[in-house]
C-alpha cells in the first residue's frame, strides 16, 4: 500500500499578505470555488486563496481529495456518510456536520472513497431507473447528517494566495 503524502508531514504552502502559511493537509474538510479564488476550508477557519479549482484538484489529489462538483473537491478523510437526493445526485456529509452536494458528473468519483463497496451497488447504478425512488428519498435527506453547511457566510476567512 502506498503511503498518502501526509503520511510523512507534508504541507500545503499559502502564501499570506506578510509571509507564508503551512496547513497539514489532513486539517482541510474541503476546498470550494468562489469565482477565480478558492476557499481552503478547516474545523475552525478558511483561506481564501486566489487560484483556479481545476489546478488545485490536480495538486491534491494525491493527498486523498476527491472532486464532488464543479466547484468543490473534499478530502476522503473527512467524509463519513452519502445520501441520495434527486436523481443522479447525492449529499456528502463530513464529520463535523458540513454537508456538500455531488453533482451526477462527478458522482462517480465517489468510488475512490473506498477500496470495497458492500451492498452499494445501487449507488452507482443508473439514476433514470430510480427517480421516483431517488425524489422520495430526497424530501426526507433534511434530517440527516447533524450541522449545516454555511457555504461562505459566516466563516472566518482570510484571503491569501497559493505559492
Not at 447504478?125 to 440527516?144: C, H, I, Q, V, Y
Request: hydrophobic share 40%; charged share 25%.
Amino acid at each position: 500500500m502506498s503511503r498518502r503524502p501526509t503520511d510523512d508531514g507534508s504541507k500545503i504552502a499559502i502564501k499570506i499578505k506578510h509571509g507564508v502559511l503551512f496547513i497539514d493537509p489532513a486539517e482541510v474538510i474541503a476546498v470550494e470555488a468562489d469565482d477565480n479564488h478558492v476557499l481552503f476550508v478547516l474545523s475552525s477557519v478558511s483561506h481564501l486563496v486566489r487560484a483556479a479549482i481545476c489546478t488545485i484538484a490536480e495538486k491534491l489529489r494525491p493527498y486523498g481529495f476527491v472532486q464532488i462538483h464543479r466547484s468543490v473537491l473534499v478530502n476522503a478523510i473527512w467524509i463519513q456518510e452519502i445520501h441520495p437526493r434527486s436523481p443522479g445526485e447525492y449529499l456528502v456529509c463530513t464529520k463535523g456536520g458540513k454537508k456538500y452536494a455531488v453533482s451526477r458528473t462527478y458522482r462517480r468519483n465517489l468510488r475512490s472513497l473506498a477500496p470495497l463497496w458492500i451492498g452499494s451497488d445501487a449507488l452507482f447504478a443508473d439514476s433514470s431507473r430510480k427517480a421516483d425512488t431517488d425524489k422520495n428519498r430526497a424530501a426526507t435527506n433534511e434530517g440527516l447528517c447533524q450541522g449545516k453547511n454555511d457555504g461562505l457566510i459566516g466563516r472566518n476567512w482570510t484571503r491569501h494566495s497559493l505559492v
